[in-house]
Antibody
Framework: QVHLVESGGGVVQPGRSLRLSCAASGFTFRSHAMHWVRQAPGKGLEWVAVISYDGSDENYADSVQGRFTISRDSSKNTLYLQMNSLRAEDTAVYYC???????????????WGQGTLVTVSS | EIVLTQSPGTLSLSLGERATLSCRASQSVSSNYLAWYQHKAGQAPRLLIYGASSRATGIPDRFSGSGSGTDFTLTISRLEPEDFAVFYCQQYGSSQTFGQGTKVEIK
C-alpha cells in the first residue's frame, strides 16, 4: 500500500537551514505531484509547496516563497523540502502528501505521511 | 488567494447525531475543486471528500459533501465514536488553501 515517511526534522536555530525528506513507496512516484503541508502548534493545516510529477512546475505559499525549495528525485522515490533562513514561525509538524494526479493543481491530497516536527528556537 | 472560512469552530454532538459543517469561499472555487479532510491528533490527515461531493476510497457513506461555487457542506449522518476529530476544507483549483478547521467533539 501507499507509504509516505518523512524525516529530517529537529531543533534548529533561527536563520539556519534544514532539509526534510519524504520516502515514498507502494505507488508510481513519478506519476504524481507531491505537496508539503504544515501544522504549527495549536493551529490548523497550512499548505506550503507543491511540485509537479516531473519537477517542471513548483509553487509556494507566500509565507515561504524565496526561503524554501521543493524538489524530487524519482530515482530514489523521494521528495525534499530545503528550508533556509528559518524563523520561529516555521515551527510546525511538516507533512508530505501525494496529489491524486500529475499536475500541481486540480487534484486533492489523497495520501499523507505521519509528519516530522521542526522546531526553530535559539 | 481564495480564503476559506469554516463554521462553526467547534461542534459538540452526541453519538448517533447528525453533524453539519460549513465552508465558505471568498470567491468561486473553480470546477468545484473542494475537498474535506479528517485529522486526528498524532495521525496523518485523511481525505474524505473531493470534487465537493465525491467520497474518497474506503470512506463510509455516512460522510457526504455538497455545495458549489462559494458554499460547501460536509454532513456526517450519524456520528460514530471514531468520527470525532478536526475537519478541514481545502480548495485545490487556484493554488491551494485550507480552512481553519471545525472540531467535532463529544457532548
Amino acid at each position: 500500500q501507499v507509504h509516505l515517511v518523512e524525516s529530517g526534522g529537529g531543533v534548529v536555530q533561527p536563520g539556519r537551514s534544514l532539509r526534510l525528506s519524504c520516502a515514498a513507496s507502494g505507488f508510481t512516484f513519478r506519476s504524481h505531484a507531491m505537496h508539503w503541508v504544515r501544522q504549527a502548534p495549536g493551529k490548523g493545516l497550512e499548505w506550503v509547496a507543491v511540485i509537479s510529477y516531473d519537477g517542471s512546475d513548483e509553487n509556494y505559499a507566500d509565507s515561504v516563497q524565496g526561503r524554501f525549495t521543493i524538489s524530487r528525485d524519482s530515482s530514489k522515490n523521494t521528495l525534499y523540502l530545503q528550508m533556509n533562513s528559518l524563523r520561529a514561525e516555521d515551527t510546525a509538524v511538516y507533512y508530505c502528501a501525494r496529489a491524486g494526479g500529475y499536475a500541481s493543481s486540480g487534484y486533492p491530497l489523497d495520501r499523507w505521511g505521519q509528519g516530522t516536527l521542526v522546531t526553530v528556537s535559539s | 488567494e481564495i480564503v476559506l472560512t469554516q463554521s462553526p469552530g467547534t461542534l459538540s454532538l452526541s453519538l448517533g447525531e447528525r453533524a453539519t459543517l460549513s465552508c465558505r469561499a471568498s470567491q468561486s472555487v473553480s470546477s468545484n475543486y473542494l475537498a474535506w479532510y479528517q485529522h486526528k491528533a498524532g495521525q496523518a490527515p485523511r481525505l474524505l471528500i473531493y470534487g465537493a461531493s465525491s467520497r474518497a476510497t474506503g470512506i463510509p457513506d455516512r460522510f457526504s459533501g455538497s455545495g458549489s461555487g462559494t458554499d460547501f457542506t460536509l454532513t456526517i449522518s450519524r456520528l460514530e465514536p471514531e468520527d470525532f476529530a478536526v475537519f478541514y476544507c481545502q480548495q485545490y483549483g487556484s493554488s491551494q488553501t485550507f480552512g481553519q478547521g471545525t472540531k467535532v467533539e463529544i457532548k
